[in-house]
C-alpha cells in the first residue's frame, strides 16, 4: 500500500474528485488504481478566498513496487506505514502473584487499565471519584447550584479531566509506534465517531466521551479488570528490600482499607493535590515544573469564524473555527492561547472548597453560541515559585483563592470586559459578549486575581492578537478568570523503565506526573507504562 499526502481539493469539490486526483499524482491510468481510503483531512485556510482541502490517501495499485520506484523522489509518496498496535506481553495462563493497580480512572488510567487487560493481566483500577455518570450529576451540581463535592468533580472521578473539555484528540507527540492510532481506533469501538481516525484536529466532546467512557470500562471489566470507585488513595506502602532499593508494597486507602500491591500505576491527575504532599512526605522524588497561569477568553463563535474563514465561514466541512495564538513580550514572558473550545462554554474547574479555576468545554457539535480559550502566561520554578517541589501547587492556590473573594465567594468567577481591562479600570457593565461561566459571574478588576507580570504581559499582547484575528480585543469580548492548572505544576521523575528513580514498582503516569498534555497524550502514556508494566509482571524488566 502506498501513502500519499498533501492531495489539495478546493473546498466545494467533493471526495470524489480524489481518484482523478490519486491517478493524476502517480501518472497511472484509472483502471490501475484498486482502492483508496482517506487517512487525514485538514483544511489550509491561508486563503480565505480559495480554501483547500489537503489529504492524506492510502492507496492500492497496481505493480506497486514500479509505482513506488518511479516516484522515489517524491517525499509525498512513501510506502504506507503500518498502524497496527502490537502487544508487547501476554500474561500466563495462570497470573502468579499480585494484581497490577491502576490509580486514577482518567485518560491515562483508562488506557493503561484497557491495556493490561487486552494482555490478561486483570489490572485493578482504583478511582477516588465516582462513576462517570454520577460523577456528572455532581459536577453540574457546582455549575447550577453553586455546591462542590470535593471527591466527584470536573478533576475527580471517571474519565478525568478530559471528560468535561472539548475532548480534543490530537497533540505535537512523536509517535513513531503510532500509539495514539490505538486511542483512537479504542475511542471508535466505544462509541466515537469515526472522523476521528481521518480529521486532522479530531475532537468527542463531553456529551459522547461519558458513554466512551462506560464503554471501555465494561470491556476492561469483561477482561477480567476490577474497578473501585471512592477508594483514595492515602498513602503508599513503601519497604526497602535486600538491596536496599525502596519498593511499593501496598496501598493505604481513605476508608482504613489495604490493598497489597508491587506494580501500582499513578496516573492521578494535575490537581491530586494531596497525593502529590504526601509522596513528597513519603520521600518519593518529585520535582517543580512549569506551567501557565492567566484568563478565559470568550467571543462570538461568529467573529472567530469569519475571521478565519471568510466568506466561506458556515460551510460544514469547515465547522467551527478554532485558533492558536502566540506572543513573546517584552518582559521576557511568553502569552498563547490554550485549550481553544470553539462553540462552547467556560466551566467551574476548581476542586477545592473556596477556590475558583476555570477550563473550557464543548461538546461534538460545537454549536454554542461563544467561543473560548485560555489566555494565559507561562511561567516557570525558577522564577516564580523557587521554594520547594510542590511551591507551583501554593502558587495556583494562591490565586485561584483570590479569584474566589473576587467572584463574591460563592464560586461564581471574577470577570471584566476586555476594553476595562486594558483602561486598568473594574466592569461595571456587559457588553454585547455574554459571558457562559456557571454558576455565574461577578464584574471587577481581574488585575486583582493575576501576578503583575501576567497583567502586563496579557495587556501587552491583546492588541497584538486583535491585528492577527480581528475583533479578538475587541472591548466587549470578556475575560474570566482564573486559569492555572493548564497542566501538572509537578513532575514525579521517572526512569527508562517508566518507574519512579527512586521507588520501584512505581509508575508515575499521564498529566498529573508530568508526562503528558490532554486526552491523546495521555492515552499514549498510559499505554507506554502498562507495558512497562507488563513486561516487568513476565521477568524482562526488572
Not at 154 to 170: I, R
Not at 225 to 230: A, I, M, P
Not at 379 to 404: C, T, V
Not at 495 to 516: C, H, I, K, V
Request: glycine share 10%.
Amino acid at each position: 500500500m502506498i501513502r500519499l499526502t498533501e492531495l489539495t481539493l478546493p473546498l466545494y469539490q467533493t471526495e470524489d474528485s480524489l481518484a482523478a486526483l490519486i491517478c493524476k499524482r502517480l501518472n497511472i491510468s484509472p483502471r490501475d488504481l484498486i482502492r483508496h481510503v482517506v487517512v487525514r483531512r485538514a483544511h489550509d485556510a491561508r486563503d480565505k478566498t480559495a480554501i483547500q482541502m489537503v489529504y492524506s490517501v492510502d492507496v492500492t495499485v497496481k505493480n506497486e513496487p514500479a509505482v513506488l520506484a518511479r516516484m522515489k523522489k517524491d517525499r509525498h509518496v512513501q510506502p504506507a506505514p503500518d498502524t497496527r498496535y502490537q502487544f508487547v506481553a501476554k500474561a500466563p495462563a495462570a497470573q502468579a502473584g499480585r494484581r497490577p493497580v491502576v490509580v486514577g480512572a482518567g485518560p491515562c488510567g483508562l488506557f493503561a487499565g484497557l491495556i493490561l487487560a487486552q494482555m490478561g493481566f486483570r489490572p485493578i483500577i482504583l478511582d477516588r471519584g465516582k462513576v462517570v455518570r454520577e460523577r456528572t450529576k455532581d459536577t453540574w451540581g457546582l455549575w447550577r447550584r453553586g455546591v462542590l463535592n470535593p471527591e466527584s468533580n470536573v478533576q475527580f472521578g471517571e474519565g478525568g479531566a478530559g471528560t468535561f473539555s472539548d475532548g480534543k484528540l490530537y497533540s505535537q507527540i512523536k509517535d513513531p509506534r503510532h500509539l495514539g492510532r490505538k486511542v483512537l481506533t479504542e475511542f471508535v469501538k466505544a462509541g466515537a465517531p469515526p472522523e476521528i481516525l481521518t480529521e486532522a484536529h479530531p475532537h468527542i466532546g463531553t456529551f459522547r466521551l461519558v458513554t466512551m467512557v462506560e464503554s471501555i470500562r465494561e470491556t476492561i471489566e469483561a477482561l477480567g479488570g476490577e474497578y473501585r470507585f471512592e477508594q483514595r488513595v492515602d498513602r503508599l506502602d513503601i519497604v526497602t528490600d535486600d538491596a536496599g532499593r525502596r519498593r511499593v508494597r501496598g496501598l493505604h486507602l481513605a476508608n482504613d482499607g489495604y490493598l497489597e500491591a508491587d506494580h501500582v500505576v499513578l496516573a492521578v491527575g494535575h490537581s491530586a493535590r494531596d497525593t502529590f504532599r504526601t509522596l513528597m512526605e513519603q520521600g518519593v522524588q518529585i520535582e517543580a515544573k512549569p506551567f501557565s497561569i492567566g484568563v478565559r477568553i470568550e467571543h462570538p463563535q461568529s467573529w472567530i469564524d469569519e475571521a478565519r474563514f471568510g466568506p466561506c465561514a458556515g460551510h460544514p466541512d469547515l465547522g467551527a473555527a478554532a485558533y492558536s495564538l502566540s506572543h513573546h513580550c517584552a518582559n521576557g514572558r511568553t502569552v498563547y492561547s490554550f485549550c481553544m473550545c470553539p462553540g462552547g462554554t467556560v466551566v467551574a474547574a476548581t476542586s477545592e472548597a473556596g477556590l475558583v479555576a476555570t477550563n473550557g468545554m464543548s461538546q461534538y457539535s460545537r454549536n454554542e453560541r461563544n467561543a473560548n480559550s485560555g489566555l494565559v502566561v507561562s511561567i516557570d520554578p525558577a522564577r516564580d515559585y523557587p521554594e520547594h517541589a510542590l511551591a507551583g501547587i501554593d502558587f495556583q492556590r494562591h490565586w485561584e483563592s483570590k479569584a474566589y473573594v473576587a467572584g463574591g465567594s460563592n464560586y461564581e468567577a471574577p470577570a471584566q470586559r476586555v476594553g476595562d481591562f486594558l483602561a486598568g479600570r473594574p466592569s461595571t457593565a456587559l457588553g454585547s459578549v455574554i459571558p457562559s461561566y456557571r454558576p455565574g459571574v461577578h464584574l471587577t478588576d481581574l488585575a486583582a486575581c493575576l501576578p503583575e507580570f501576567a497583567v502586563q504581559s496579557i495587556r501587552e499582547a491583546l492588541p497584538i492578537f486583535g491585528k492577527q484575528i480581528p475583533g479578538y480585543d475587541h472591548p466587549d469580548a470578556m475575560l474570566t478568570g482564573v486559569e492555572t492548572r493548564t497542566s501538572s505544576p509537578i513532575r514525579l521523575n521517572r526512569g527508562s523503565d517508566f518507574q519512579s528513580l527512586n521507588t520501584a514498582g512505581l509508575y508515575p503516569a499521564g498529566e498529573g506526573a508530568g508526562y503528558a498534555g490532554g486526552i491523546l497524550s495521555a492515552g499514549v502514556d498510559g499505554i507506554k507504562v502498562a507495558e512497562a508494566v507488563a513486561l516487568s509482571l513476565v521477568g524482562a524488566l526488572p
